[in-house]
């Protein structure tokens, strides 16, 4: 079995999918959380000066949904056919979309929140819309089973309702898509377990 280290903020944010994935597929990693002071010297250090990075045995990987991809095949999370895989990394494109819409990292803090409540009250009803309108009558965004862009759902959603706790009070179908992910047994036990941060 390979040695797999995470690099990432104390933070769920982009290295939680990565986080769901070894929970599911039982791999055991480091979970190394580094803190905004030491930043600048990792960042010197790692590929593209961006994290999260997941090194395999020393080798770097960077790009979260890439490597996100990477684990879903190994885990028979990115779907069961072709075209299932595409429509699978359609969903995560959707929701990678917009949650890089928000100026994280901002520090203008009435700018950041003029943006923000923009992107939470004006785009974010269309998207919800159409998200409740693809997945239906299903239990899962794509076929008849789980894959990562569930996954990814209910972690964009879970900062989301952080943001706005009101956001999905008008879609009871994904607010359900959310519970099915956090019943799966070691995803509820990853949620129970993991260090409690806002983002
Ligand atoms: N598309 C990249 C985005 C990586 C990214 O922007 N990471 C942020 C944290 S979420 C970062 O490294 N910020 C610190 C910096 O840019 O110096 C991914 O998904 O991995």
């Not at 994935?21 to 039982?26: I, N, S, V």
């Not at 190394?32 to 997941?54: A, E, M």
């Not at 009435?110 to 269309?126: G, R, V, Y």
């Not at 994904?174 to 983002?199: F, H």
């Amino acid at each position: 079995m390979p040695h797999y280290k995470l690099i990432y903020f104390n933070m769920r944010g982009r290295a939680e999918i990565i986080r769901y994935l070894f929970a599911y597929l039982d791999i055991q990693y480091e979970d190394h959380r580094i803190s905004q002071d030491d930043w600048p010297t990792v960042k010197q250090t790692v590929p593209f000066g961006k994290i999260p990075i997941l090194e395999v045995d020393g080798v770097p990987l960077h790009q979260s949904l890439a490597i996100g991809r990477f684990l879903a095949r190994e885990a028979g999370l990115a779907g069961k056919t072709e075209l299932e895989q595409c429509q699978v990394d359609a969903i995560i494109d959707t929701l990678d979309d917009f949650m890089s819409r928000f100026p994280w990292a901002e520090k203008k803090k009435d700018i950041k929140d003029q943006m923000f409540n923009e992107l939470l009250t004006h785009d974010a009803p269309s998207l919800l819309q159409d998200l409740d309108l693809y997945l239906g009558k299903k239990d899962w965004f794509v076929g008849n089973s789980v894959t990562w862009a569930d996954f990814y759902w209910d972690i964009c959603s879970t900062t989301l309702l952080v943001l706005k706790n009101d956001l999905l009070d008008k879609h009871p179908k994904l607010v359900a898509l959310r519970k099915n992910v956090q019943s799966i047994p070691v995803i509820s036990d990853w949620i129970k377990q993991r260090p409690e941060t806002r983002m």
